[in-house]
C-alpha cells in the first residue's frame, strides 16, 4: 500500500516536472527571478549584519543557513506538492470530484496537481545560501538533504490542514493564505527574538520552531535527539494532516452547482 | 477632465469601495499579519539596540517607521492580479468597447480598494506601534506622514496597474512583481532606513522612485528632517506624472499590437 503510494508520488511528480519544464522560457524565467527575489531580500540582513556583528548571538551565518533552509524546503513543498497551497479553493469550489473517482489517495493527488515552476528557484537559492554560510561541510550533505525534506514535510502537513479547514469554514482561502504565510514569516526570522507565549506557539500551532530553528540547530550541531525530534514532529504532523483531511472528505460536498455568467 | 468624466470614474471608485467594505477577510487578514510583522520587528529593533547599533534613531522611532512603510504598501490593493486574470482570460476585450478608459476604470477601481484599506490599516499601525513601543511620535510628524503616505500608496497602486498590463506581453507578471517587491524592500527602505544600506545602494535608490514612496513620508516619524514637506511633495508629483505618462503609453501600444481571436 505505502510502496504503491510512493510510486503513484513519484510518477505524479515526474509528470509535472515534465509539464512544468515544457514552457522552457516561462521555467527560466519563474527559476531565475525568484532565486533573484530571495538574494535581494537577504540584502536587508546582509545591510543590517554589517552594522552589528551578533543578534543575541546569530551571526550572518547563521542566519543564511535559516534563510537557506527554510528557502530549500519551502521550493522543495511547492514544486513536489504544489497543489498545497490551492486545497481551500478545490474544496470550495468542488475540484475534489475528478479525484475521488480515481483508484489512488485524494490528498496525494490533489496535492501533485499544481507544480510551481519558482520553487526550483527558492530551492536552488536555498541550497546556495546554506553553502555560502560556510557552516556546512560536504559530509553533513546527507543530514541537509534530511532536514530540507522533514521541514518540507512539515510545511506540507500544515497548510493541508490550514487549507482543510475550507472542508467546515467554507470559504477560508484568505485566513488560510495568511496562517501560511506566517508560517513562513516567521520561520524566516533568528529563533531568540521570539520568547513567551509565542515561542510556545511558533513549536506548537505555527510550527515555525520545526521548520526552521531546529532544522538549522541540527546543521550547527548534528545531534541524534535533535534528528529524532524533528523526524517524530515531521511524522506527527503528516499523520495529523492527513486525518483532518480524511475527516474533512467526509463533509465534502460535490461541485455539481450551477454557475451562470454574465 | 469634465465633470461628468469625474463622476463616471468615481462611480468605480465607489463600487469597489462598497465591494471592498462587505468582503473584508482578505482586510482582516491584512491586519493581523501587519500586526504580526510589526511584533516581529519591534523584538528585532530591541535585539538590535541590545547589540549596541549605532543608529541616530532609537528603536521605538525605528518600529514607527515600518509602520509607516508598511501602511504605505500594504494599503495599495495589488490589481495587478486582476488585470492579469482579465488579459489572460480575454476579459479585457469587452471592456475596450465601453464608454470608459479600461486604464482609468482600473485606477479607479483600485483607488477604491484603496480607500477602504488605508484607514483600517492606519489605524492596526497606529494602535499596534503605540502598543510595542508605548510611545508615539510628534502629532506634527503624523499630520505629514499620513497624507503623503496616502499619495505614495496610491502611485503604488498606479504602479500596480502598469505591472498588471505586462501581462499583454508576458502573461504570467508574477517574476516581474517579486522584483518589484524587492526593490522596493531595498530601494525603498521598506524594513531598513536607507542610511543604513552601504552608499552604492543609497545612490542607485536615487534614481528611483521608491525612496519617495515609502522612504521618504515614512522617515518623517524619525525625527531625521531628511526630507522637508516640500521636496517630497515635488518627487511625488514627478513620479506620479512619470508613472501616468508610463501607464498611459503601455497600454497605447498593448491596444495597438493585441490580436482578438473569437466572438
Known amino acids: ?262 | 477632465m469634465s465633470a461628468g468624466t469625474i463622476a463616471k470614474y468615481a462611480a468605480f471608485s465607489r463600487i469597489s469601495a462598497t465591494q471592498a467594505g462587505r468582503e473584508r477577510n482578505e482586510l482582516y487578514g491584512r491586519m493581523a499579519f501587519f500586526a504580526v510583522i510589526l511584533g516581529v520587528f519591534s523584538s528585532l529593533w530591541r535585539a538590535v539596540a541590545e547589540a549596541g547599533m549605532p543608529v541616530a534613531a532609537d528603536p521605538k522611532s525605528l518600529v514607527w517607521y515600518l509602520a509607516a512603510t508598511e501602511w504605505i504598501l500594504l494599503s495599495a490593493p495589488p490589481i495587478h492580479l486582476e488585470i492579469q486574470e482579465a488579459i489572460r482570460r480575454g476579459d479585457v476585450v469587452y471592456r475596450l468597447g465601453h464608454p470608459a478608459s479600461y486604464v482609468l476604470a482600473e485606477f479607479a477601481t483600485g483607488f477604491g480598494l484603496l480607500a477602504v484599506r488605508a484607514p483600517f490599516l492606519g489605524l492596526t499601525a497606529f494602535l499596534c506601534a503605540f502598543a510595542f513601543t508605548e510611545w508615539t511620535p510628534p502629532l506634527s510628524a503624523l499630520l505629514i506622514v499620513v497624507p503623503f503616505g496616502f499619495v505614495a500608496s496610491t502611485v503604488i497602486t498606479a504602479l500596480y496597474l502598469g505591472i498588471g498590463l505586462l501581462a499583454f506581453w508576458l502573461q504570467d507578471v508574477a517574476p516581474v512583481y517579486w522584483v518589484w517587491q524587492k526593490l522596493m524592500f531595498v530601494l525603498g527602505g521598506l524594513m531598513l532606513p536607507l542610511e543604513l544600506y552601504p552608499a552604492f545602494i543609497q545612490r542607485a535608490a536615487a534614481f528611483t522612485p521608491f525612496p519617495s514612496l515609502l522612504a521618504a513620508p515614512a522617515s518623517v516619524v524619525l525625527g531625521t528632517n531628511a526630507v522637508t514637506p516640500g521636496a517630497l511633495a515635488r518627487n511625488l508629483v514627478i513620479w506620479s506624472g512619470v508613472t501616468a505618462i508610463a501607464v498611459s503609453w503601455m497600454f497605447r501600444r498593448a491596444v495597438s499590437t493585441v490580436t482578438i481571436n473569437g466572438g
Open chain 1, 1 to 262: 500500500m505505502v510502496a504503491d503510494n510512493v510510486s503513484f508520488t513519484r510518477a505524479l511528480v515526474a509528470t509535472n516536472f515534465k509539464a512544468t519544464v515544457a514552457l522552457r522560457g516561462a521555467f527560466v524565467i519563474q527559476v531565475v527571478f525568484m532565486a533573484l527575489n530571495n538574494f535581494t531580500f537577504f540584502i536587508f540582513w546582509w545591510a543590517l549584519m554589517q552594522h552589528v556583528t551578533t543578534l543575541r548571538g546569530w551571526q550572518l551565518g547563521d542566519i543564511q543557513m535559516l534563510f537557506g533552509m527554510v528557502a530549500a524546503a519551502f521550493g522543495l513543498t511547492v514544486t513536489v506538492a504544489g497543489g498545497v497551497r490551492h486545497l481551500g479553493r478545490f474544496i470550495e469550489d468542488g475540484d475534489l470530484d475528478t479525484l475521488l473517482t480515481q483508484p489512488k489517495p485524494v490528498l496525494v493527488n490533489a496535492l501533485g496537481l499544481r507544480s510551481q515552476p519558482s520553487g526550483f528557484g527558492d530551492l536552488v537559492s536555498g541550497l546556495i545560501f546554506i553553502v555560502w554560510s560556510g557552516q556546512i561541510s560536504w559530509s553533513r550533505l546527507p543530514i541537509v538533504v534530511v532536514v530540507i525534506a522533514a521541514s518540507a514535510v512539515i510545511f506540507v502537513a500544515c497548510g493541508t490542514v490550514f487549507f482543510s479547514l475550507a472542508f467546515w469554514l467554507g470559504r477560508v482561502e484568505t485566513v488560510a493564505t495568511q496562517l501560511w504565510e506566517l508560517l513562513v514569516t516567521f520561520s524566516l526570522y533568528p529563533e531568540p527574538l521570539f520568547g513567551g507565549t509565542l515561542r510556545l506557539l511558533l513549536f506548537t500551532v505555527l510550527p515555525a520552531g520545526f521548520v526552521g530553528y531546529l532544522p538549522v540547530r541540527i546543521l550547527r550541531a548534528p545531534s541524534l535527539a535533535n534528528v529524532t525530534i524533528l523526524m517524530f514532529v515531521a511524522t506527527g504532523y503528516l499523520c495529523l494532516a492527513v486525518l483532518i483531511f480524511n475527516r474533512g472528505l467526509r463533509r465534502y460536498g460535490s461541485g455539481s452547482r450551477f454557475t451562470t455568467f454574465g
